[in-house]
């Protein structure tokens, strides 16, 4: 369906566009794409056509790069032009070529080279991600009586602008919705399947959406399956008695709380192994950055001894960064800005605890009642935005941003070694 469902016969021809969202890896961009061009390529002759990713980058690996390699099979001869002010693919097959320009939709300023684009059809990859904006700008773009619109999504919240302005109004736009799962992906063999399937909690936001392909709202604590008891698994009482590797997160406060935790990587485990963290408010002190240099230089301290770690800073704060680096403490030089994207970070503290690769030592209570009291932030649900309630003294989101940087590095790492 989805690859001829613009030819007559389909009896969905006079459609205008279609949808396909669902799971992660249910195999949605590679067909979508392929039909989008034989569509384009069966139709039109010197058209222009668009399509768009979050990132340039984005719709190039996770699109562009697939179709370079299956499209020369299907007698296409492809050009890729690599213009910083007009790049985009010149697609030949027998005597027609038609203009294939590609566009990032990462923010709302990001509409503005389309203000000169004049199309017979859009391709939107991870269109959940763009503006509505740029959505709509795009499809404006399109005035060809002919054209048709593609888009590719996975699950947000139910409030999200593109389930509430597009797929609860299928008929109204006229726009065919395929839903796919994991299942329906037959590059993907069984023991594939259920190593994705273990890397979320099943009672998790990330599982619901990632796995069944739900749209759903992300409700209540953050990490629903947070257990602190012993028995659980999470929070342990002993700690391995060596480290091959060491992250410090942190998380930076003058007036709100300043939050870092210790971690250690042994045996393809990660562990919280110690934390720091000071609450102005309720210490009636604001410390200034050179005291707080002391306090990580003494956090990087294990067994008696100095541990090079890298340190994950919130990359807004420079100047601290750039004290850092100049600090005598030569075990502390490993500065880095940390990886701010928070869905991000939040998976991958839920993948790392769902797989076993991470563990948090008893007597880091900050972090323990962090990952336990975390809430989502209903009011912004309601504006289609997932994030946590954001407080200042006696909210546990500072100890929670630490770690979501740290889990940044430490699942990366991870992936690299192929342990997750």
Known sequence: MVMNWWM???????????ILDGSIRAGKSLPESVSFVDWAMATFNAENLGMAGKTLGALRRNVIGP????????????????????????????????????????????????????????YFDQAELMPKSFVETA???????????WYNVNPQGYTHWFYTDYIEKLQEKRLLRLHFLMTDNLSLSPKTIARYERRWPKNSVFYRRNILGLWVAAEGRVFQFFDPSPD????????????????????????????????????????????????????????????????????????????????????????FIRELKQSPHQHISHVRAADNSIMPGLEDISTLFATGKLKVYEKCEKTI????????????????????????????????????????EAAKQLRQMRII
């Not at 007559?8 to 279609?18: K, L, R, T, W």
Request: glycine letters at 12%; aromatic letters at 14%.
């Open 8 to 18: 007559p016969e389909s009896g969905v021809s006079d459609y205008d566009g279609i």
């Open 67 to 122: 179709l370079k390699r299956v499209l020369p099979g299907r007698n296409y001869k492809i050009k890729d032009v690599r213009s910083s002010e007009e790049p985009r693919l010149e697609v030949t097959k027998g005597s027609r070529t038609n203009y294939f320009y590609l566009f990032g939709g990462n923010n709302e300023r990001s509409q503005d080279p389309l203000l000169g684009f004049t199309g017979a059809g859009f």
């Open 139 to 149: 499809e404006g773009r399109c005035s060809h009586e002919d054209a048709k619109l």
């Open 232 to 319: 659980a698994g999470y929070v342990v009482s002993t700690l391995p008695d060596h480290f091959t590797m060491y992250l410090v997160g942190s998380d930076y406060g003058t007036a709100n709380p300043f939050a870092a935790t210790l971690w250690g990587l042994s045996g393809g485990v990660w562990y919280i192994i110690q934390e720091f963290y000071w609450d102005s408010v309720i210490q009636r002190k604001q410390k200034t950055n050179p005291e707080y240099i002391e306090d990580i230089a003494r956090l990087c301290y294990w067994n008696g001894s100095p541990v090079a770690a890298k340190i994950l800073i919130p990359p807004e704060e420079a100047g």
């Open 369 to 408: 009642w962090g990952f336990n009291d975390l809430l989502w932030d209903e009011k912004k649900q309601q504006q289609g935005i997932d994030m946590y309630m954001k407080g200042g003294s006696g909210s546990p989101d500072h100890i929670c941003d630490g770690n979501r940087y740290a889990a940044r």
